[in-house]
């Protein structure tokens, strides 16, 4: 238990100490922030993480309800599959950083 606990501990520190460096770069030359630079290190320190978990944690949804659904009604098994796991995945891997 301590030593996941000590895992996620290590991953938040090491994950705070590279943002850093990555949000002095977002000022310009004249001390003004660069918005495309903030969404960017905002969507790939936060967001993208964020929905790596909700796409593993559809999936795991997503095997429970193809059980039920399969037994139930097995022409919608693929129904539950969209909103669980290939919108969210779509968002973590095939769209562009800092476009949200």
């Known amino acids: ?21 990555s949000a002095a770069s977002a000022f310009t030359e004249s001390g003004e922030v660069d918005e495309r630079s903030v969404n960017i290190v905002f969507d790939a320190l936060i967001l993208r993480p964020i929905g790596l978990v909700v796409t ?5 949804i997503y095997g429970f309800t193809a059980a039920i659904v ?10 539950p599959l969209g909103p669980l796991v290939l919108a969210p995945a779509r968002y973590t891997f095939v769209d562009p950083i800092g476009q949200h």
Request: proline share 6%.
């Open 70 to 79: 399969g037994i139930t009604r097995p022409k919608d098994i693929a129904k």
């Open 56 to 60: 593993l944690g559809g999936a795991v």
């Open 1 to 21: 238990m301590f030593s996941k606990l000590r895992g996620l501990l290590v991953t938040v520190m090491i994950c705070a100490l590279l943002s850093v460096p």
